[in-house]
Nanobody, 124 residues
Framework: EVQLVNSGGGLVQAGGSLTLSCAVF????????IGWFRQAPGKDREPISC????????SYADSVAGRFTVSSDNATNTVYLQMSGLKPEDTANYHC?????????????????WGQGTQVTVSS
């Protein structure tokens, strides 16, 4: 059974840091592109980052580039999103998802599986 399990969200002050996790079960993370998305209340879902073995490797949306870093650990089959310099506008529910490939701007093609999401709240 394929499962993506999100964790690591919480409440943090502006300027702070958090690391989100996406633990993957049922397939090897090298087999798919793993993307990160977020959705704030009343807003559309926003793709923010993606990682895969094929080009572009790692990519980011402009809104998070330079502040967020995506990485993976094959030993634990987990993908991480390290977030620093957090801003109140980063407040959202964050999900990971598995798809076919990454774009060069942090999006993921042909999404197939989703994590349940984890809430990040940044106070000013």
């Amino acid at each position: 059974e394929v499962q993506l399990v999100n964790s690591g969200g919480g409440l943090v002050q502006a300027g702070g840091s958090l690391t989100l996790s996406c633990a993957v079960f049922g397939f090897n993370i090298d087999s798919w592109a793993i993307g990160w998305f977020r959705q704030a209340p009343g807003k559309d879902r926003e793709p923010i980052s993606c990682i895969s073995r094929s080009e572009p490797g790692r990519s980011y949306a402009d809104s998070v580039a330079g502040r967020f870093t995506v990485s993976s650990d094959n030993a634990t089959n987990t993908v991480y999103l390290q977030m620093s310099g957090l801003k109140p506008e980063d407040t959202a529910n964050y999900h990971c998802a598995a798809g076919d490939a990454c774009t060069y701007h942090g999006n993921t093609y042909r999404l197939r599986y989703w994590g349940q999401g984890t809430q990040v709240t940044v106070s000013s």
